[in-house]
């Protein structure tokens, strides 16, 4: 229980924070004509930076304190994790965008494609910084994916 | 204990960090009503009622939100939708504020001068009669309507709305009330305006023709001198009122009165009046409110002008893609009449993009709006305008948000030859022509050409009421930027 | 307190063998409370002439790796707890005078005598004729002949005389000058041999006779709580042509010594020693090969040899007041007995009483599971889980003299022991020769039923990982310890986790 951890602990949460109110801002680096704003009306961006924030967040803490397993506890079973946050958070994404679209009418498929597959990185971030924040304590895998 | 000092600690910072979350993204149900009206463009009078009920059911959670009476209040709701309505892309107006004025009460002065009289005579088509019962008829509180006699004063009708909408002759039935030799505007106006409530809508019908008492030997440029002094005078006084006057047709059998002439007998067209007296803010609602349709654009009227118009903002968007865009630009996020990146067409050069915008609350007739030459235009690269009136048959998915209630298309094009620009469209608030068209300044020639379509120094009268409010000006302006 | 432990002869150095596994698996001595005994160092002394027999050069090298073991683990600290719990230190070690010239081993130099033959060491051809017929009559012309180097060939009439020569030795002279007031003195020899049926007798008696002797401490040295361990004959020999040592004459001489000890040592008038412990078997066990010394006596490790081991544990936790008066002389002697629970032929914990399985069980199980785990899943762990954990644990850890000594050394003289024992009759199956599964290992023990009532729980690599993971994260301390005090402290509290969760409770 060193201080430093904590420090990281608060961190990861402060930068999570960030990133789901400023979501938005996220999401516009790649700014699409009609498609981006439909998504600032339907506060979309919200939704999706939550649901891109609680994903890795919820992964990282079941895969270090649920699992928390000796024989999940390399580097690369923590990139099998990172791997299905990868395809739950963009999934996920894309079914929101687009039942909420599709209820007001709109349509964009290719579109969200694109912006899940961004939004897969920002997953992969969120991830790497969740995983960063918390695993710590994990008795397992605090040092994975790589040693303190 | 450090284990348990750590987990307060974490269990305090995840907690405040959610709590900061939430907070910022809390909404209330109602922000969240609003916002979804306004996202799905569903801004009737309707929805603003169901956001009232939002607010009545939880008088506590919204007391900021309601009268001293404890009702909800339209006027800082307007507020909220309007902060709500800024943040959306592109913004979306809702002029709830008309909401506010309830219970609007109509009365009607009906003038009884000598020249009034042959409008409702037995053998015509009885337009004027048919105009006075559709304004009561199509007011929604038409049945509670006030009806006054109108000559050298203001005098009481004395039968029920029943009565007068049955009675086939009115003049016949008001005879002998008051002095029908002629008619004081002055009296009549500054009475009009005097006792009128804030919520009261009067009509006046009349075919504006000044007939004051005495005027023998009087020459006709001072009547009209007065006449137009007169005007101003009177509406000086009340400067939030605003005046729309509809110039209407009506069979005109029998004896007319000219300007210090002899009467004579006519038969055929002559012009009448309703000039619609109330509050900017009853007639802007008015003019927004569907159920008011009818009544603000009653049925023959060939002219109509409203005096006292504030210049307004109007709902406007760029539409982002959409098919006869030509180069690329972007539209900001923050203003969506700020488009940046903005690159002609590779091959034309050309950069074309259109505004999407709602006309209809400007009260001006659709000729009027889709007629380019209306527009002012200002640009240094020398933009041009296209005006097509916006058709269901447009909406595409993905436009449709951008499209729906707005009435226009401004289409501009043109090569940007500066780094920054501005291009900025005005519908201009010009007296309009048609006044001018149907003002004489003699009455006495039946057989004149215009003596079906002209009224006797019209143009000095409401000339005078535009004075009053200083004309000019526009009623909206448009202003796109541009950058490359 | 210091527990200055003599083994004398080829039995000393196999018990003391025992006592290193016991030690290793971290047996403490405890009080009558179960309290360890603070401050406790242990020191050995091999009292045997014949350098060459291997069971004392097993027992040398295993004590020399113990040392530095234990030194690498807790460095001169004292009242630890888990594996190589007892500090054992040579007498060279704890002295602190250095006029006197010792060597820094275990062993007791009997240069006096080791290098000479019998007759020349009592100096028969000096004698008189009349001494010499009366020595003749004493010893026969073999014995006279024997070099005393390989021992005293199960002779006690000549250990007897060789042996008293110690009380002059440079080492005897040291334990007096190291000796305290609360150190106490264990001896552990076989009464049927030569060496040790000669030597115990002797060496209580120049003991507790310091008083005519010139060295320092001779006061507290006189009064020195004694004890002793007497192995009764428990070995068999392999037929002989070669009369020296008879498997015959092993009762003849035990009955002989028992009735001169109840005489000398233990009589009810004059006790000399404060405590006594007879462990024997009348279980024959499997014939050792018969050696009289001269191509080094090598015999397998015994139940007996274990049980030994516990009594100078046992007798440094009996409290003061039930040795000696208040002014430090001998009470009556404390005699001990050893018993099974069960008369059995193959011994696993079960067998023992459970007075017995309560000191050991627990220990050795834990020592026996980092035997497998060394073996089997430690390598692979390393740069995993809290091997990552500072102090880090590294792959050239597994290089290092500490990891060698440890495995390759006395892992595997560990495994010689279990399976010397297993081998013998009574045959000590404590844990199952060569089986690797931890679920499996104990003997007669089970795991323990899974928690759902489905299966058994699992004790293996993975679960001593997760559980050395967890420890490791909630401790802090290690950063400031040495890489192999964290992995044997850390596998011994996961050990100690596991083997209370997860297997059945015998005791």
Known sequence: MKQQHLIYLILGIAATALFVLFGEWCYELHYVNGFSDDMHNYELNTTVSVITALVPWAAAGIYYYAINSVRFDRWYHWLVVLALVMLITPVAGYMVTDSVMADNGKSYVAESVTFELLNMLWAAVLFVVASFSMRWWSSNCRHTPIPQ | ?484 | MRLFLLAIGGTGSRVLKSLLMLSAAGVRPVDDNGRPIPNLEIVPMIIDPHKSNEDLKRTEALLTNYRMIRTKLYGNQTDVDGFFANRIVTLREIMSDSTIQITDTFIFNLNAVEHAKFRDFIGYDTMNEANQALTSLLFADYQLENKMNIGFVGSPNIGSVALNEIKDSNEFKALANVFQQGDRIFFVSSIFGGTGAAGFPILVKNIRQAKNLDINNRDVLMRAPIGGVTVLPYFNLEHNEDHRIDKADFIVKTQSALYYYKETLTSQNDSELNAIFYVGDQEVSKPYAYDPGEHGQRNKAHLVELVSALAPLRFAGIADNRLTDPDGNPLKTLAFEFALEKDERNVDFLTFGASTRSVIYEPMVKFHLLFLYLQTGFKSMIGQGFTEDAPKITSDFVTSQFYRTLTEQFMRAYADWLTEMFDNNRSVQLFTVGERDMNRAIHGVNTRKGKLGFGHRVVDNNAFKSEMNRLSRDSNSYSARTVEFKLLDLFNRAATNLVRDRYENIN
Not at chain 2, 258 to 282: C, E, H, M, T
């Open chain 2, 1 to 484: 204990m450090k284990k348990i000092i750590f987990v307060v600690l974490i269990t305090a910072v995840v907690a405040v960090m959610a709590g900061t979350m939430l907070s910022c993204h809390r909404s209330t149900p109602l922000e969240k009503a609003i916002r979804q009206a306004l996202v799905q463009q569903d801004t009737t009078q309707a929805r603003f009622d169901s956001l009232c009920s939002i607010v009545a059911s939880e008088p506590d959670r919204y007391k900021e939100l309601l009268t001293d009476a404890g009702e909800p209040d339209a006027l800082v709701l307007a507020k909220l939708i309007d902060e709500i309505g800024s943040t959306l892309r592109p913004p979306v107006r809702w002029d709830v504020a008309r909401y506010a004025v309830k219970q609007l009460s109509l009365t009607i002065y009906f003038e009884r001068s000598g020249s009034m009289v042959p409008y409702d005579a037995p053998g015509g088509r009885g337009q004027l009669k048919k105009a006075v019962n559709d304004l009561i008829n199509f007011f929604p509180t038409g049945d509670k309507a006030g009806i006054k006699i109108v000559n050298d004063a203001i005098y009481p009708y004395s039968g029920s709305i029943d009565d007068f909408l049955q009675d086939r002759n009115i003049y016949a039935s008001t005879q002998g009330v008051g002095n029908a030799s002629y008619t004081d505007f002055q009296k009549i106006f500054n009475e009009i305006l005097r006792v009128q409530q804030p919520g009261n809508v009067s009509v006046l019908v009349s075919d504006l023709i000044y007939s004051p008492a005495d005027t023998r030997d009087v020459s006709l440029e001072k009547i009209f001198n007065e006449e137009n002094s007169l005007a101003t005078r009177i509406f000086k006084q009340y400067k939030g009122k605003s005046i729309v006057v509809h110039q209407l047709m009506g069979d005109y059998r029998g004896k007319y009165y000219p300007y210090n002439g002899k009467p004579f007998n006519y038969s055929g067209q002559r012009p009448f009046y309703l000039v619609v007296i109330a509050d900017s803010r009853v007639i802007d609602s008015m003019a927004a409110d569907a159920a008011f349709a009818q009544f603000m654009r009653p049925a023959g009227a060939v002219n109509s002008y409203r005096f006292n118009q504030a210049e307004q903002g109007v709902d406007c968007c760029v539409l982002p893609d959409w098919k006869d865009n030509s180069g690329r630009f972007r539209v900001d996020h923050h203003d969506p009449l700020r488009l940046t990146k903005c690159q002609g067409d590779r091959t034309t050069d050309v950069l074309c993009f259109s505004v999407a915008a709602r006309l209809d609350g400007l009260q001006k007739d659709a000729r009027f709006l889709a007629d380019a030459a209306n527009y002012h235009l200002r640009s240094m690269s020398g933009f041009t305008l296209k005006v097509t009136p916006i058709t269901t048959d447009m909406f595409t998915g993905n436009n449709k948000s951008y499209l729906e209630g707005k009435t226009h298309l401004l289409t501009f094009a043109g090569k940007m030859q500066n780094a920054r620009e501005e291009v900025t469209v005005s519908l201009t608030n010009d007296f309009p022509a048609w006044i001018e068209r149907s003002s004489a300044t003699t009455d006495v020639n039946p057989s004149a050409a215009d003596f079906a379509t002209t009224t006797l120094g019209l143009k000095e009268f409401l000339g005078g009421i535009a004075s009053a409010f200083g004309s000019g000006g526009s009623y909206t302006t448009i202003t796109v930027k541009l950058e490359r």
